[in-house]
């Protein structure tokens, strides 16, 4: 198994960043992907993900309205278009996959880090 994110970056506040996840062990279907976030002396959070039937999205209150959980089915890959972004967006970006027994994260892969300057 093996998710990788990119897309990371440095940006100034009120932009706007792209994250792309593919799992290249093709472990995870794209609707079992979902994205958390560790910053700088905090807590992993989740920020958004599908419900586990895949027909709806969820979205941590705090990037609601602000970010955009996509997939593409054909290509096993997740997308986070993140728009407005904030100083306190400023974390290590990582893509998640789900268990298809408990709809329980199991598995986090290798992170992207997302500056946002002020």
């Known amino acids: 198994v093996q998710l990788q994110a990119s897309g990371g970056g440095l940006v100034q506040a009120g932009g706007s960043l792209r994250l792309s996840c593919a799992d290249s062990g093709r472990t995870f279907s794209s609707y079992r992907m979902g994205w958390f976030r560790q910053a700088p002396g905090k807590e992993r959070e989740f920020v958004a993900g599908f419900s586990r039937s895949g027909g709806s999205t969820s979205y941590a209150d705090s990037v609601k309205g602000r970010f955009t959980i996509s997939r593409d089915n054909a290509k096993n890959t997740v997308s986070l278009q993140m728009n407005s972004l904030k100083p306190e967006d400023t974390a290590v970006y990582y893509c998640?996959?789900?268990?298809?027994?408990?709809?329980?994260?199991?598995?986090w892969g290798q992170g992207t880090l997302v500056t946002v300057s002020s």
């Open positions: 998640a996959g789900r268990s298809p027994v408990d709809g329980e994260y199991f598995y």
